[in-house]
T-cell receptor
C-alpha cells in the first residue's frame, strides 16, 4: 500500500545533540513538507520541497536543516541551534502537479529533549 | 500577513449546536481548497474538499467565497466526537507549473456534553 512513513515515532534527545527525523513516501509525490506542532497549537511550516535537490524555508526554519536527494525521502535534522525542539513533527506530501489532490501526512514523530 | 489564516479557537459548543469556522487566504490565484481534521496526538486527515459551488457531506457543509477570499466549514448537530482541530488547506499554482499547498494553523473545536 502506498503511504508516507515517519520514523521514529518517539525520539529523545539530549541538549546539544543533533537528531534526524526520517520521512519516506512511496506515493510518487513531488512535494514534501515538514511541520512542527506544539501542544494545543496549530501546524507551523519548517521547510518544504517541490522537487529533488531543491527546498525552501518555511516560517520557522531556524535551527533545522533538510535535504532532498531522492524524491521519496525528505529527512529533517533538528540541530543544537534549535533552542526549544520538544514538539510533535509532521511530514506531509502532495502531488504538486495535480490541482485537486489531497495531502497525505505521516503519523508524526514526537521529539522530547531530556 | 499569513497566506492562510484561521482563528485558533478554541470554540466550545454544546452538543447539538451548529458551529462555523472561516479561513481566509491571501493569494487570489489559489485554486484548490480543503478541510482537514486532526485528532489529539494524531496526524491530520482529509475531511472534505471545497468546491466552487459549495458542497455538503452529512452534517458538514463547505463553502468557498472567492470574492472575499475565504472558505468556511459549517458543522450541524455537533457531536462529542467532532471535538478536534480543523485545518484549512489552500493550493495555488506556481510559475513552475507545480501546486504549492499552504496549511492553516488550525481551529480547535470542543463539543461539550
Amino acid at each position: 500500500d502506498g503511504g508516507i512513513t515517519q520514523s521514529p515515532k518517539y525520539l529523545f534527545r539530549k541538549e546539544g545533540q543533533n537528531v534526524t527525523l526520517s520521512c519516506e513516501q512511496n506515493l510518487n509525490h513531488d512535494a514534501m513538507y515538514w511541520y512542527r506542532q506544539d501542544p494545543g497549537q496549530g501546524l507551523r511550516l519548517i521547510y518544504y520541497s517541490q522537487i529533488v535537490n531543491d527546498f525552501q524555508k518555511g516560517d520557522i526554519a531556524e535551527g533545522y536543516s533538510v535535504s532532498r536527494e531522492k524524491k521519496e525521502s525528505f529527512p529533517l535534522t533538528v540541530t543544537s541551534a534549535q533552542k526549544n525542539p520538544t514538539a510533535f513533527y509532521l511530514c506531509a506530501s502532495t502531488n504538486s502537479g495535480l490541482r485537486n489532490t489531497e495531502a497525505f501526512f505521516g503519523q508524526g514523530t514526537r521529539l522530547t529533549v531530556v | 500577513r499569513k497566506e492562510v489564516e484561521q482563528d485558533p479557537g478554541p470554540f466550545n459548543v454544546p452538543e447539538g449546536a451548529t458551529v462555523a469556522f472561516n479561513c481566509t487566504y491571501s493569494n487570489s490565484a489559489s485554486q484548490s481548497f480543503f478541510w482537514y481534521r486532526q485528532d489529539c496526538r494524531k496526524e491530520p486527515k482529509l475531511l472534505m474538499s471545497v468546491y466552487s459551488s459549495g458542497n455538503e457531506d452529512g452534517r458538514f457543509t463547505a463553502q468557498l467565497n472567492r470574492a472575499s477570499q475565504y472558505i468556511s466549514l459549517l458543522i450541524r448537530d455537533s457531536k462529542l466526537s467532532d471535538s478536534a482541530t480543523y485545518l484549512c488547506v489552500v493550493s495555488a499554482r506556481e510559475g513552475s507549473g507545480t501546486y504549492k499547498y499552504i496549511f492553516g494553523t488550525g481551529t480547535r473545536l470542543k463539543v461539550l456534553a
